[in-house]
């Protein structure tokens, strides 16, 4: 492996890391977009030497096909991935009008009569008491 | 009968694509059913097979040698998990016909349910790590097709979470594939042990866990698991029912795999610490609910918590009653969701502030839900006690008491949580808002009951026929931890 | 076996009300009550003349040992014959009871439910076959006790009464597991044999312990039987006198020959025993309600029974079956005597119970009766009973153990005395205001046969409590094959008047004392608090749920990011603990490159930086397709012409795709306020860069082994009859992939039509509501 | 979209044709050279995006294709059979088989039956682009320009 090869794969990690923990659904698209990239130079990278196309007849030493032939299934499921993500993002946004990812409410409620419990003194919602 | 291995996969796909073609809803219904009846008695014949020769099943995909194909490898614990999966499928069909809504709803339902079938089976059955991730692609684009049927502003929420939290997983996976090719040149099932023995210790256990991780995430594992109770409860519920039962338990199956055939017994205490973890913190969140479906995917969490904690255990008692667990767990969940289905059918809610008073209203729905509550509770005569037993009885062997004490404790709390369900939902008052209709619940829907009973009875055969059941599950315990046979099978192909 | 098939009869029973005679609960009660009958007559003529007890085992899941095992001992006769003639007697009387009653359907069919698994349980002789059939009870119990499920009293006694005695059960159950995994055997016989000591014994012995007393409500688990008085009169009458509550007893019986010498054993039985004895008797001093007060005698007897059975010496394990017998008719004629007071009157609080006198003279001097014998006064059996509790506990020598046990005993008897006492003062006293109780009177007029039903039962009680009394040795006989069953020594025999002697003195002081104490009881103290008990649990119950509240709160944020944040440091974790194992030894394979791959490498990263920093929607497609395009020279320059097509294609497509989608979105991004410090974000995104990397040089430089595209070249063009290779491996080797790639790639393009179509369903659905509107 | 009548008349008249032959042509020369179904069915779904910016419908030989679902029903049959069909000879799923076949003027020509499996994803690939640019690129288009629906 070069060391442009691990550099281009940690900043491809890096950066799609970083965007998939947005809240815009259009920037976890690209987050996604990019990592893809970044594991498929990876598996290239790191499952075969460069080399000749692997066709029979060429001449010298030819690549290991077989991470070709994965990272190719892999570019086209990645495609099928990032299509039904942007066409989830599009769809809430014809439904609310931005493509952010709201929180769940059923988990905010816990949360804050959580929170109210415990300043209360220990004192239980009146729903959470056992009927 | 290796000729058969693939079908389960195959005929699923080619009635996909034929309702692709033909638009009829009658058609497609009828397509569906023959389709999975059909994988379902050659899954049953692949099943017989092994159970009565013990062989291992495998199909060379091409008819190349199983060195270096794609094989499909059909042993104890596969072919069982493929007919179960298989007879759950089914009978969520008919439900979900019964429902009406999804199918009316939209054209694709149909073609989709079935690739998730088959996907489902492929992954039950894949001989080779990449196309196990192909699999897994296959069931969780249709999952994430079914989660979002109907489109509205809840699916759409709560379907981003789930798909953007198993896109990382597969991009994990993917990655965890890459690699381990990378270190070892292979990524057939049957070449990869002797070559990943050979490792060095630290590739060895950064590749693992990276598998571990990337399962971990499909079968919700602590600290893992978030995406799972946030996107279940808002999907169809014939949708959340293969999804509750099936998905999570791919997950703990190739988790199975990993413990047993890639990587065996290393690490075993991250994955017990991981198990005992997920079952505590699964159960408290279910306890903490307010709504049947939500109660009901926290204790998804929970039990699978009690599968990977017997996976951690080892051993080939420990795992045989993993398998029983795994397979007792995907009707009884199953049929839960689907009680929990007809009672958000009829009054609109799965709140347990609106429903009330339903035993009732339809004591015959009442027992259709006590049965799994029971049986998930771990209540004898029903499975799940049997499995929670032989689960705990393993854990004392192998002196893991801190384990079994908190497995003790979250059994209690699951009975709390399945007690709290029963008290709101099916005590009291009947609430003036519940049952739209008044008459018979289940009378309206007939199919929808039948889907149900159905299932809830195979929970009670699974329970009455456990003798037999759990020697399999035994048998299939040591075909696991016999690698070797494992891999002289899949290499003697023919 | 005909045992086995009267256990399934009540089943059958059971399931046929429930299902077959939902109308018709009158008739499902009468086959009850002839499988009852049976089980009766059967469990009698097998045992009259039987030189050996009858044993069989039906195989379950042999491959663990869960096998269930029945055998008929005395021991065994005597309680089925105890649980299917006292069912008998409260069926009949429940049909009585419940003449207006919806849930009498209800009712028959978990009471068969209940009386078939009880039966089951007295007969097990096998620790997992009895534990089965004790969940049982323990769920059956539940349902009946919220029978009358819209009384929220009912409903929480109920929960409290599961959660209390499930928890016991999971107990049990790791105690059984403990036993098993340890001798291979769960049958009383055979563990006797074993004869268990040390560690492991004494904490499977405190195990079954917990599972007996959370049972039969010993102290600290004694507080849920009271609550469940909520149960209507029968199912009290018979869960909470006879049978349910006697499964702990019937353990403690038949696993203290286990156990009873494994040193923890006898102090935590008389201990428990003792204390609950107390504190029950205390408490039925003091309640008001009739029911309650004889629920907590129950409570109080139960601890006498769990030090006579628990402690372990012959004579007491014999005082203690005869008690048992004594207290099981008692306690029942007392339940079914107050449920017809109730039924008249309308009311159970003592100080107004006196009116009955007038209206059900013979139920009231029958429960008089019975309260003598729950005193025991002589001639009534209770006395027998008592006196031989009191001289086998003078004769034991067990140290300091003993003497607690006796002591408490003791002083139990007087609060037992006491208790008895008070009630009987409440029937002779006239109470003051009989004018309610008339006018409830009007509109509760029996019929002659509905009286005469629930009578019956309550005299039967009392003429039965009488009647052993004076066949005290007869009856004594009796009780020599079930005693023995359970300890061989256990031998011995009852007296009416057993002569002169310490227990009969003590007996006599121990009357006087109870005796003035009852009399002076007052009748109308009313202290209504909840019970300590019963508070305690719901401060448990309560914190537990807050408590998990809590933990979810902070584990289940609801947040997309953070879910993603925990599972990316999770994935960059594996990894770099894998370098620290190894070391980072692999960085010296990194190679230099050639320029143009150098080149085509600062490309794509300058481009992917432009992407994570630009806050435009389109540009940032714009650039990751750049990153595409970069990426597929750089497979070009590495000898993957295929690759490098596909990739520059898929990337065009991609971008087509979010300009789709883009269009109806603004331009830039907003930035929503996160919860998700900016600073976390950049330090998982760089630990997940640096980790990855390091993880794939270390994994290409662990490589020995061939690539099994070896193969591939070596068959490609005879046997595949191709010669690129990548493509042959595509449709051929591993042509499968590709199937299932296609399928993806089909699913998701069905996945977007699905959501536009949705779009556009919604949109009409919205249109047309806004139409109807506007006309 | 882009507005020219030159430009259509280019993509209308020389791209699609050509398009079409090259992506046949990759198709066919996949199993000896770069190229495949892949590639083939991309390049052909490439010109019908550049149709689809053009304003116009996706056609082949100006015949529009109306139900690229049934396109891709179809194409997922082809593979799936070429899959399944050695299991009724015998075979093992995927089994490939080639036969040699001499015919008149071109001479000896070699047909491996997982060309027809090719040809499958061929048929896949082109659907799906021709399903995204119908559902998300029109049918989407409608709706994206109004304002939130509001409904769900």
Redesign the interface.
């Known amino acids: 492996m070069s060391i442009w090869a691990f550099t281009l794969i940690a900043v491809l990690f890096a950066v799609g890391s970083y965007l ?1 923990m947005e809240r815009s ?1 259009t920037r ?1 698209a690209l987050g ?1 977009g990019v ?2 990239n970044g ?1 498929n130079v ?2 290239i990278a ?2 075969s030497d460069a080399g000749e196309a692997p066709i029979i007849g060429r001449e010298g030493v030819l690549a290991d096909p ?2 070709q032939a ?2 190719l ?2 570019i086209v ?1 990645g495609f ?2 990032l299509t ?2 942007m066409t ?1 993002a599009w ?2 946004w014809t ?2 009008g931005n493509d952010e ?2 929180d ?1 409410v ?2 905010r409620m ?1 949360t804050r009569r959580a929170e109210q419990t415990a300043k209360l003194g220990d004192e239980p919602h009146p ?1 959470d008491v ?2 | 009968m290796s ?1 058969l291995v ?2 389960p996969i ?1 005929i699923p ?2 009635a ?6 033909v ?1 009829n809803l009658f058609a497609q219904r009828a397509i569906s059913f023959v389709a999975l009846l059909s994988s379902l008695a050659t899954a049953t014949a692949v099943l017989v097979d092994v159970w009565n020769t013990g062989d291992i099943a495998v ?7 199983g ?4 094989t499909l490898v059909s042993d104890g614990l596969s072919s069982v998990l493929v007919v179960v999966a298989l007879v759950v499928t089914t009978t969520v069909l008919l439900f979900a016909v019964g429902q009406q809504t999804p199918d009316e709803h ?1 054209p ?1 339902y149909h ?2 349910y079935m ?1 998730l079938v ?2 489902i089976s ?1 992954a039950f059955l894949a001989g080779d790590l ?2 196990l991730f ?2 897994f ?2 069931l969780l ?2 999952s ?2 079914l989660l ?7 699916q ?6 789930y ?3 198993n ?2 997983e ?3 996976l ?2 965890a ?12 099932f049957a ?1 990869l042990p002797e ?1 990943i023995a ?10 693992h ?2 598998l ?2 990337a399962f971990g ?1 499909k079968a919700a594992v602590f ?2 698991f ?2 799972l ?2 996107s279940y ?1 808002t999907a169809p519920s014939s949708a959340s029912a293969v999804f509750a039962g099936l998905l999570t338990k791919v997950g703990v199956y190739c988790l199975i795999r990993v413990q047993t055939l890639l990587f065996p017994g290393e690490l075993s205490n991250v994955v017990m610490i991981v198990g005992v973890s997920t079952m505590a ?1 699964g159960v ?2 279910a ?5 049947m479906k ?1 109660i009901l995917s926290f204790h998804i969490i929970s039990q699978i918590g009690y599968m990977v904690f017997g996976l951690g255990i080892g051993g080939a008692v420990a795992i045989a009653a993993t398998i029983f667990y795994l397979i007792h767990h995907i009707p009884v969940k199953t049929s839960l969701f689907l009680v929990e289905g007809i009672i958000e059918r009829n009054t609109g809610s799965s709140s347990l ?1 609106d429903v009330s ?1 339903l ?2 209203k339809s ?1 015959l729905l009442a ?1 259709l839900f006590l049965i799994p509550a ?1 049986s998930l ?5 029903l499975s799940g ?2 499995a929670k ?2 689960l ?2 393993g854990g ?2 192998a002196e893991q008491y801190i384990g ?1 004490g908190v497995a ?1 404790v979250v ?3 699951t ?2 949580s399945m ?2 369900i029963w ?2 939902a ?4 009947v609430a003036p808002t519940s049952l739209i209709n008044s008459v018979g619940v289940l009378r309206q829907h007939r199919s929808m009951a039948t889907a149900t009973a159905i299932l809830v009875g195979f929970t009670l055969v699974i329970a009455v026929a ?2 037999p059941l ?2 399999f599950a ?1 048998r299939a315990s040591d075909q696991l931890l016999n690698i070797e046979r494992y891999i002289s099978a899949v290499r003697s192909a023919s | 076996m005909v045992f086995f098939a009267a256990v399934v009869a009540h089943f059958a029973v059971a399931v046929l009300a ?1 299902i077959g005679l ?1 109308r018709r609960p009158v008739i499902a009660a009468c086959a009850g009550l002839v499988v009852l009958a049976g089980t009766a007559l059967v469990v009698v003529t097998q045992a009259i003349g039987a030189t050996s007890a009858p044993r069989k085992t039906i ?6 040992g ?1 096998n269930f095992t029945f055998q008929v001992d005395g021991f065994a006769v005597v309680m089925a014959l105890l649980v299917s003639l006292l069912g008998f007697g409260v069926l009949a009387y429940s049909i009585a009871y419940f003449e207006h009653d919806a849930t009498f359907t ?1 009712f028959v069919g978990l009471f068969m439910a209940f009386a078939g698994s009880m039966t089951g349980l007295v007969l097990a002789e096998d620790l997992f076959t009895m ?2 059939f004790w ?2 009870t ?2 059956w119990s ?1 349902l009946l006790i ?1 029978l009358h ?2 009384s929220e009293v009912a ?1 929480r006694s ?2 409290r009464a ?2 209390t005695t ?2 016991g059960g ?2 049990m ?2 105690g059984i ?2 036993l ?2 340890q001798f291979g055997t769960t049958s009383f016989a055979q563990l006797r044999e074993a004869a268990p000591t040390g560690k492991m014994a004494s904490v499977a012995a405190s195990l079954l312990l917990l599972g007996a007393f959370t049972k039969s409500a010993q102290f600290p688990f004694h507080f849920w039987l009271p609550g469940a008085m909520a149960a209507p009169t029968p199912v009290s009458a018979y869960l909470h006198s006879a049978t349910m509550v006697k499964a702990g007893i019937v353990l403690l019986a038949r696993t203290a020959p286990i156990f009873g010498d494994t040193g923890v054993w006898r102090w935590w039985v008389v201990l428990a025993g003792v204390i609950t004895m107390l504190i029950g008797g205390w408490r039925a001093l003091r309640e008001t309600d009739a029911k309650l007060v004889l629920a907590h005698s129950t409570v109080s007897q139960l601890g006498l029974l769990t030090v006579l059975f628990g402690i372990g010496s012959p004579y007491a394990t014999y005082a203690g079956v005869a008690h048992l017998v004594a207290h099981a008719i008692f306690k029942a004629g007392l339940f079914l005597g107050v449920g017809v007071i109730d039924h008249e009157l309308g009311t159970r609080d003592v100080s107004k119970i006196g009116a009955a006198r007038r209206s059900v003279p013979v139920s009231v001097v029958a429960i008089g009766a019975c309260l003598l014998s729950m005193a025991g006064i002589i001639p009534l059996f209770g006395f027998a009973t008592k006196e031989k509790a009191l001289v086998a506990l003078l004769d034991a020598e067990f140290g300091l153990v003993g003497s607690i046990a006796l002591w408490g005993i003791v002083a139990g008897s007087v609060f037992s005395v006491a208790y008895s006492v008070r009630l009987l003062h409440a029937l002779v006293r006239t109470p003051n205001d009989s004018a309610s109780n008339d006018e409830h009177h009007a509109h509760h007029e029996a019929s002659a046969l509905v009286r005469t039903t629930l009578a019956a039962p309550v005299v039967v009680a009392a003429v039965v409590s009488l009647g052993f009394g004076f066949a005290a040795s007869t009856v004594g006989s009796w009780l020599v094959s079930p005693s023995s069953a359970l300890d061989v020594k256990a031998v011995s025999k009852l007296a009416l008047w057993p002569g002169i002697n310490d227990a009969l003195l003590i007996s006599l002081v121990v009357i006087a004392i109870g005796a003035v104490i009852g009399w002076k009881a007052p009748l109308e103290d009313n202290s209504a608090q909840q019970p300590q008990g019963e508070r305690v649990f719901d401060a448990v ?1 309560d914190a ?2 807050a ?3 809590r ?2 709160a902070v ?2 944020p ?1 947040s ?1 990011p ?3 944040g ?3 440091l ?2 960059s ?3 770099l ?7 980072f030894g692999s960085l010296s394979g990194l190679t230099s490159g050639t320029a143009l791959e150098a080149s085509v490498s600062i490309i794509a990263i300058v481009l992917a930086l432009g992407v994570a920093v630009l806050q435009s929607r389109f540009t940032g497609a714009m650039f990751l397709g750049g990153v595409g395009y970069a990426i597929a020279a750089l497979f070009a320059l590495r000898g993957a012409p295929d690759l490098a097509v596909t990739q520059l294609l898929v990337e065009t497509l991609t971008i087509v795709v979010f300009l789709l989608a883009l269009r109806a979105m603004t331009r830039i991004t907003t930035r929503p306020v996160a919860r998700f410090p900016q600073i976390t974000r950049m330090f998982i995104a760089a630990t997940v860069g640096i980790a ?1 990397p390091l ?2 040089l ?11 595209s070896q ?2 070249f070596a ?1 490609s063009v005879d046997e595949a009859g191709g010669r690129n290779v990548v493509n042959v491996i595509l449709v ?6 590709t ?3 296609i ?2 790639l ?3 393009a ?2 977007v ?3 536009v ?3 556009e ?2 949109r009409r659905a919205a249109i047309s509501v806004k139409e109807v509107a506007g006309s | 979209m882009i507005k020219s009548k030159i430009l259509e008349e280019l993509i209308d008249r020389w791209l699609t044709k050509v398009g079409t032959l090259v992506a046949i042509f990759i198709t066919f020369r996949g199993h000896n050279a770069p190229g495949g179904g892949f590639a083939g069915g991309l390049i052909l779904g490439a010109v019908f995006v550049l149709q689809y910016l053009a304003g116009q419908q996706p056609t082949i030989r100006r015949k529009p294709i109306l139900n690229p ?2 396109l ?3 194409g ?2 082809l593979a ?2 070429t ?2 069909t ?2 009724f000879v ?7 088989y080639i036969w040699s076949i001499t015919l008149p003027q071109i001479g000896k020509v070699k047909i491996v039956s997982s060309t027809f499996f090719d040809f499958g994803v061929f048929f896949v690939v082109v659907a799906v682009v021709l399903m995204v640019l119908t559902f998300l690129g029109t049918r989407g288009g409608a709706i994206s320009h109004e304002p939130t629906d509001g ?2």
């Open positions: 998939l659904l976890v996604v990592i893809g594991v990876l598996i790191s499952g077989l991470p994965l990272v299934t892999a499921i099928a991935l039904f993500l989830l769809r809430n439904i609310t990812v709201e769940d059923e988990d816990i729903e056992q009927t | 000729s693939a079908l195959l796909l080619v996909a694509a034929l309702m692709l073609v638009r199909s060379r995909l091409g008819g190349w040698p060195s270096f194909a794609i939209s694709y073609p989709v690739a088959a996907g492929q990449f196309n192909v699999a692609e296959v684009m249709a994430y097709v979002t049927l109907e489109g509205n502003r809840a759409i929420r709560s379907g981003t979470t798909v953007v939290l896109i990382i597969s991009v994990v993917v990655m594939v890459g690699l381990i090719f990378a270190a070892t040149g292979t990524v057939s070449e070559r050979a490792l060095p210790d630290g590739v060895r256990m950064g590749l866990l990276l571990l991780v995430i600290p893992l978030s995406w109770p946030d409860p913190i408290l969140g306890i903490s609910q307010h709504d939500r502030d008073g035993a009732r004591p027992v029971m509770a771990g209540f004898p005569p006690f049997l037993f032989a705990v009885r004392l062997s079994v003790i059994s209690l709390l009975l709390v007690v709290k008290v709101g099916f005590w009291g008052e456990a003798g759990y020697e035994s | 429930l939902r195989e379950w899941l042999p491959l663990l869960f209800r534990f089965i969940e049982l323990s769920v539940f919220g499920d819209k409903r109920a929960v599961l959660l499930g928890a999971l107990c159950l790791v597991g403990l098993q995994n119950y537990t749920i408590g998990a509240k933990i979810t584990i289940q609801g997309l953070i879910y993603v925990v599972t990316l999770l994935v974790i594996a990894p603990s894998a370098t620290f194992v190894d070391g990855i993880l794939a270390a994994a290409r430089d662990a490589r020995t082994a061939p690539s099994a193969e591939y068959r051929d080797f591993r042509g499968f992939d199937m299932g790639e399928v993806v089909a699913i998701a069905l996945g039509a699905n959501l179509r949705a779009a369903q919604h | 679902e049934r891709l029903g179809l997922l049959l799936l059979v899959t399944a050695p299991l015998g075979g093992a799923p995927l089994e490939s409904a769900g």
